[in-house]
């Protein structure tokens, strides 16, 4: 079985409430706020990468802070998986960016991607965090369509387990 590790970075508690509802359908997961914790990561064969979108497509603080330590890890050879959250409608142009800031600034170590999904049943303008017609990662909007949150986690964390 792999170990897995969830990181996340929070400023209002959302991000961090959906690292612990992604956690309880994951058997052994460990589950932290990426701030002070980056030396972590080394110790996962999975890892599981949350964060917000602030603002107009920028990182949440806590990972701005770990990003520049993220290159210096060693990650050749995990598997990684995101989730994000944001807003869909009210910035419908940077619609869960902070995913795809962190997998630019990993993809090219060595890193499996895990956990893509379809971008149907959203409305949003454009996201960064769109490749080849998939999210990088799960997409949750608490703001606009919280009542598919559960759904959403369950159905992706099912895939995961098969890919895992």
Same mark, same amino acid.
């Given at each position: 079985? %792999? ?12 991000? /961090? ?12 997961? /460990? ?95 454009? %996201?960064?965090?769109?490749?080849? %017609? ?19 986690? /369950?159905?992706?964390?099912? /895939? ?5």
């Amino acid at each position: 079985m %792999s170990k897995i590790g969830i990181f996340y970075g929070s400023t209002t508690g959302v991000t /961090e409430d959906i690292a612990n509802r992604i956690a309880e359908k994951l058997d052994g997961v /460990e589950v932290y706020n990426i701030s002070g914790n980056e030396d972590k990561l080394g110790d996962y064969d999975v890892l599981i990468l949350g964060t917000s979108t602030w603002g107009f497509g920028d990182l949440q603080d806590d990972w701005q802070t770990a990003l520049d330590s993220l290159s210096s890890l060693d990650l050749n050879g995990k598997k990684v998986a995101y989730f994000g959250t944001g807003d869909q409608v009210t910035f419908a142009d940077t619609f869960i960016d902070g995913i795809a800031i962190i997998h630019e600034e990993i993809q090219n170590s060595g890193v499996t991607l895990v956990g893509e999904t379809d971008i149907d049943g959203y409305d949003f303008g454009e %996201s960064r965090a769109v490749k080849n %017609s998939k999210f990088l990662g799960l997409a949750i909007d608490e703001v606009n369509q919280s009542d598919l949150t559960d759904e959403r986690i /369950e159905a992706w964390t099912t /895939e995961l387990k098969k890919v895992l």
